[in-house]
């Protein structure tokens, strides 16, 4: 990963221990304090990026979209993936047209409806096939300008809440998801655009939770994360992964559902 992961921009060094540190952390989180089963599949050094899971699958139900990713050296790394959401008994749907590129990354789903960025690795036929596989909810499609994925610059904050980031692209990319859709969302704007994209949970126990990233790392951006006052806030470093372009939504999958294994 360190050396060979797709990146926007060579220019810094990823330190690899670290990197490694923060997983461990992100992991532990969601196993430890957050109480949910997890399920990790072994590293596959020939797939530099396998690391951003999200990629390779889109899950909503019961239904598991095996992905067909933007980047032709990614494009096996749903192999693992459909093994394990096999083992867990989802109903799995292939993206299989070789006119079709779709990333995980570039598909939000509000709980009402899915959005869905074309970008530099999803096009229109992957959001048609991902319409057909999730036919109870409407599908809307929003160009992403700027930045690898649409949730490079937004995420879910809760129920009908968008958390955006502030650049000029991100802001549109907001107007285009509010003018498409038949639903009302809040939005709460975040300075930075890579601060925008958490993990938002509505646990048993625990109600709203909120994986975010440090203070650290974006200051400003987590003094808005405090007006959230109902939720559990947690923040959970990513510096080593932003440098190759990695959100905390890309490092992991998801699903709404007890493992039993």
């Not at 461990?24 to 590293?43: K, M, Q």
């Amino acid at each position: 990963m360190a050396k060979e992961a797709l990146r926007s921009s060579q220019s810094e060094v990823v330190d690899l221990a670290k990197a490694r540190r923060e997983h461990e952390v992100y992991v532990e989180v969601l196993r430890t304090r957050l109480g949910l089963e997890v399920i990790e599949l072994p590293a596959d050094e020939t797939f530099p990026d396998c690391v951003f899971v999200e990629d390779a699958a889109v899950v909503c139900g019961d239904t598991a979209l095996i992905t067909r990713p933007g980047a032709e050296s990614r494009r096996r790394e749903t192999e693992a993936m459909k093994g394990a959401l096999k083992d867990l008994n989802l109903n799995i749907v292939e993206m299989t047209d070789e006119n079709a590129t779709l990333d995980g990354g570039d598909v939000l789903f509000t709980g009402r409806e899915f959005f869905v960025g074309l970008s530099k690795r999803t096009n229109q036929r992957g959001a048609e096939i991902l319409a057909d596989a999730f036919k109870d909810y409407a599908v809307s499609t929003v160009p992403v300008v700027e930045g690898l994925h649409l949730k490079s610059c937004c995420s879910m904050g809760g129920p009908g809440l968008i958390i955006i980031g502030s650049s000029e692209a991100a802001q549109k990319a907001l107007k285009i998801m509010q003018q498409m859709s038949d639903h009302r969302y809040d939005k709460m704007t975040v300075p930075d655009d890579v601060a925008a994209n958490c993990i938002y949970m509505n646990l048993p126990n625990k109600g709203h939770v909120l994986l975010h990233n440090t203070a650290e790392e974006f200051p400003e951006s987590a003094k808005v994360f405090e007006k959230l006052k109902d939720h559990m806030l947690i923040p959970v470093p990513n510096a080593e992964m932003v440098k190759v372009d990695g959100s905390l939504t890309c490092l992991s999958v998801l699903i709404n559902k007890k493992a039993n294994i």
